[in-house]
């Protein structure tokens, strides 16, 4: 198995190309601890190398995320040889289901939310596997269409811009209902958040 290496936006993301199917079509699946990774024999493992942060599953990649104290070198040998270990025992990558896709049309769908998910598949997802991350959508609500970005954008300073610029224009261009993106956090980055906030007022008053 000859594993391949490609960076994204996110110094502290790479993605892994093994060259062998990981997910079934149009699914993806995400572990942020190596508490979530139950379900994943292999992000377990991945969980077990020091320095691992975050687990994503692509169609056909891997991205890893790392905390930025480890660098790649100490953990790229490691890396191949789990990845390299885990597809020689021919186990499923998730062991169990994974949660309808987000973006599959729902009965109840109105015709405005059925364009965003169809140009969310289309158009935006593939160019966000791309640099190994993901969107989810999480509603539309009052013009506002609601992501959360997975993956190597989920950390990266410019998944604000993507969202903002690239996406938010996209919706906007296509859907005349769309007036803007939000983009979702989870409850253990909203935290992270206001914590990076309160220490940026923090800075800024002692500054003065």
């Known amino acids: 198995m000859f594993i391949q290496t490609q960076t994204t936006p996110n110094p502290d993301s790479l993605k ?12 993806t699946a995400e572990f942020i ?42 953990m790229k040998p490691d890396i191949y040889a ?17 949660p309808p896709s987000d973006t599959e049309i729902q009965e109840g769908d109105s015709e405005v939310v059925q364009m965003i998910k169809e140009l969310l598949d289309t158009r935006i997802r593939p160019t966000i596997q791309d640099d190994g ?3 989810e959508y999480r ?7 609601k992501l959360k970005l997975r993956g190597s954008c989920r950390t990266c300073d410019s998944s604000v811009v993507t969202l903002k610029n690239g996406i938010e224009n996209m919706l906007m261009h296509y859907i005349p209902e769309v007036t803007a993106v939000q983009q979702i956090y989870d409850e253990v980055e909203q935290v992270a958040q206001l914590e990076f906030e309160k220490l940026e007022k923090k800075i800024a008053a002692n500054s003065h």
Do not use: C, Y
């Open 16 to 27: 892994f190309i093994p060259g062998v199917p990981i997910m079934p079509e149009g699914e």
């Open 133 to 135: 991350g993901d969107i």
């Open 139 to 145: 509603g539309f609500e009052d013009g506002v269409v």
């Open 33 to 74: 601890s190596g508490h979530s990774a139950s379900t994943s024999p292999l992000a377990k493992q991945l969980f077990r190398i020091k320095g691992v942060r975050g687990v994503f599953f692509g169609p056909d990649f891997i991205t890893i995320s790392k905390d930025q104290d480890t660098p790649w070198q100490l």
């Open 82 to 98: 789990n990845i390299m270990d885990f597809f020689a025992t021919g186990q499923p990558v998730v062991t169990e289901g994974q």
